[in-house]
């Protein structure tokens, strides 16, 4: 099996779920979560998630692991970042993103709930 099949192959032992077009599958690990994140080609924030959040921007940190794919972020002050595998990600809360080009972004995500900035010592939103 290729790594990309990997990457995206069923797991075992985890809540799956797809919400807002992205699959989510999540495993608790003592205070905090281990996520794989699939976002397809074509797939952005403000689209397909602000709907069913209900906020402007998305308000969540998100640190991990780009494993698969490109995604671009953009804050409120116009501030943009790209991201492409392989790569660290860290995304302060208050931005919309997407995903960059024709291949699911994978991202192998670290959080913990709504304590994810804090807990990794990141601003509460983008600052310069």
Not at 20 to 27: C, T
Not at 53 to 60: A, F, K, P, S, Y
Not at 111 to 127: I, K, N, Q, S, Y
Request: hydrophobic share 45%; proline share 6%.
């Amino acid at each position: 099996m290729s790594a990309a099949n990997v990457l995206m192959a069923p797991m075992i032992g985890v809540e799956s779920r797809v919400v807002g077009g992205v699959r989510m599958d999540v495993v608790p690990v003592g205070t905090g979560r281990v996520k794989r994140v699939i976002y397809e080609p074509g797939f952005k924030w403000s689209t397909q998630m602000k709907p069913v959040v209900g906020t402007d921007l998305c308000m969540h940190a998100h640190v991990g692991f780009l494993a698969a794919g490109s995604i671009a972020i953009a804050y409120a002050d116009g501030c943009t970042r790209t991201f492409t595998a392989p790569q660290v990600v860290d995304v302060e809360p208050g931005h919309d993103g997407w995903v960059v080009g024709d291949t699911p972004a994978v991202l192998i995500e670290f959080d913990f709930l709504g304590e994810t900035a804090a807990r990794f010592g990141l601003p509460d939103a983008h600052r310069h």
